[in-house]
């Protein structure tokens, strides 16, 4: 027999090979039972008792611990806290919503359900703050310094005031305007929403007078994640839902 055989039909190499083949189809089976730690088991339309988890099951929850010390186990049976759908619709279906279109939570105005904290820094610092508690960062001076610029909706109407800027501490960039609207109270521009000019910000996504309906954050110098997700869902839900005619078809 020649080197490395062990029988007359097998050698090493054929049992390495062997070897590999077993290993690799374990690890696909790990990695597709890991995919399931977050979103399964699925929603049934039909009813809530019905568990949808495919093949592989859904692994057993295990506890993660977190840079700031807390933990956090998955999977875990928390279940998204969405707008709930009009009469009739299911998950899927062509969705008209009623109420505030704006708050709908469907089509582009859809936020994800993430944790009610604030995103924090590597040094444990909240991540996203305004200006006037964020030391070291100003507005560059060659730049427009928005504050005190009226921000103009879509109609071309004052919606109110830029009195802040909020920016992100690890990034080194601005994430959102903070805006005194019209009426008493203040909200989060997201700066990929607004068009910054010499007099004036103008806002294509919603009409002056929506502004006043933006989310809030509970704290006055701080977003957390999930407000950060609604704040920005309202401007994107204006893109579709600010105007009856923007639901049309364009030709």
């Known amino acids: 027999m020649q080197t490395g055989a062990i029988t007359g039909y097998i050698d090493v190499a054929q049992l390495v090979l062997y070897a590999f083949w077993i290993f690799f189809a374990g ?7 890991e995919n ?25 929850a295990k506890t993660y611990r977190l840079a700031n010390g807390d933990t956090v186990q998955v999977p875990n049976q928390r279940r998204d806290n969405q707008p709930p759908l009009h009469d009739g619709a299911y998950r899927g279906s062509p969705l008209q919503p009623t109420g505030d279109l704006l708050l709908a939570g469907v089509g582009p105005g859809s936020w994800s359900d993430r944790a009610d904290v604030a995103d924090m820094t590597y040094e444990g610092l909240p991540k996203i703050v305004p200006l006037r508690v964020a030391e070291g960062f100003g507005v560059a001076h ?3 310094d928005p504050r005190g610029l009226p ?3 879509d109609d071309g109407a004052e ?27 203040r909200v989060l521009l997201p700066m990929n929403f607004a068009r910054v000019e010499q007099r004036a910000i ?8 929506q502004f006043a309906r933006v989310p809030r954050t509970h704290a006055a ?3 957390t994640l999930l407000e950060e997700e609604k704040i ?5 839900a204006g893109t579709l839902y600010a105007t009856p005619d923007r639901q049309e078809p364009l030709l």
């Open 27 to 33: 690890l696909i089976y790990y990695l597709h039972s």
């Open 36 to 60: 399931k730690r977050e979103g399964y088991p699925l929603e049934s339309d039909r009813s809530r008792s019905i568990t949808v988890q495919g093949w592989p099951a859904v692994p057993e």
């Open 142 to 144: 060659q730049d427009v």
């Open 151 to 153: 921000v103009l909706g």
């Open 159 to 185: 919606g109110g005031r830029v009195v802040d800027l909020w920016v992100d501490r690890s990034e080194m960039l601005f994430r959102y305007l903070e805006v005194e609207v019209k009426g008493g109270g």
């Open 202 to 209: 103008r806002v294509k996504s919603i009409l002056s007078h």
């Open 221 to 223: 110098d701080q977003v």
């Open 232 to 236: 920005m869902a309202y401007y994107g």
